[in-house]
């Protein structure tokens, strides 16, 4: 693929981000033959620019881990890409959705390792035993496409509709909790929107951290250690509404909540 298409499709795909403009998903037209490793050299391009003005990554996310939305895809593996210092809402805080395009939210679990990880063998277990931390954690999910429509090249390019994350302040030792039982609910304004359990996520969050680190490890690169991961949406994402208080409880592992304001 030649460097000018990338720069241009990751441009594209900036430029949506930056004006909170929703634009046709990029195999529409385009480039209709965007593959995955190509929409991940889009992907970086468009995390260079990021950083180039600025931006700071804050840690990885997974995307598309639930075995539904990977059959429903038609791919046998997750998504991943970056969390920015600018994406980063405080725990009780509010958002203005005039900040977005169409954001959704879905509750994680996320992780904080004390080593990093790398290598295409690594295991739950291994993540388990690398783990400082586990805690609480929404993800705010905003598709640069129209009415979030895309392929799973589009929205690798797109940064993996990273928008926002609210990270909880409830921290637990992996070891003090069955993550696979982590029982989820999503509430907006006291009703309960969606929920699930930890085993939503590959069967246990440990399992995407440890897919994060075989997909790393085909670029060379390591999980970090002392960045907080997230793993992937623990229910169905949840469109936000202007007024909306959004609650979210995890079993054993505390609770998140933001405010949306128009
Ligand atoms: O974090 C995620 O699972 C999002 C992946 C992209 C899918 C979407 O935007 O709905
Ligand atoms: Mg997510």
Do not use: C, W
């Amino acid at each position: 693929m030649e460097t000018n298409l990338i720069n241009e499709l990751a441009s594209y795909v900036h430029y949506a981000e930056k004006e909170r403009q929703e634009i046709t998903k990029i195999t529409a037209d385009l480039y209709p033959e965007l593959s995955i490793d190509e929409a991940y050299l889009v992907q970086a391009e468009l995390i260079r620019k990021k950083i180039k003005e600025g931006g700071q990554i804050i840690g990885p996310k997974m995307g598309i881990t639930s075995e539904a939305k990977m059959k429903q895809m038609n791919v046998d593996d997750p998504i991943y890409g970056y969390v920015f210092d600018d994406m980063v809402v405080e725990e009780g805080d509010s958002i203005s959705l005039s900040d977005y395009i169409h954001p959704k939210v879905e509750p994680e679990i996320g992780f904080i390792l004390s080593r990093d990880l790398e290598g295409p063998n690594t295991t739950a277990l291994d993540v388990l035993r690398a783990t400082e931390y586990v805690f609480p954690a929404i993800e705010i999910i905003d598709s640069r496409y129209e009415n979030f429509n895309f392929t799973l090249p589009d929205v690798i390019a797109d940064n993996t509709s990273a928008a926002g994350a609210v990270f909880g302040t409830y921290f637990r030792k992996p070891e003090e909790l069955e993550l696979d039982v982590v029982g989820v609910t999503l509430s907006i304004n006291g009703e309960i929107q969606s929920l699930g359990a930890g085993a939503a996520v590959l069967g246990n969050p440990a399992n995407s951290v440890s897919r994060l680190a075989h997909m790393l490890s085909k670029k060379g690169e390591k999980v970090q250690a002392g960045q907080p991961i997230l793993t992937g949406g623990v229910t169905a994402a949840v469109r936000l509404s202007p007024g909306d208080l959004v609650q979210v409880t995890y079993g054993g592992l505390g609770e998140v909540s933001f405010f949306v304001q128009e």
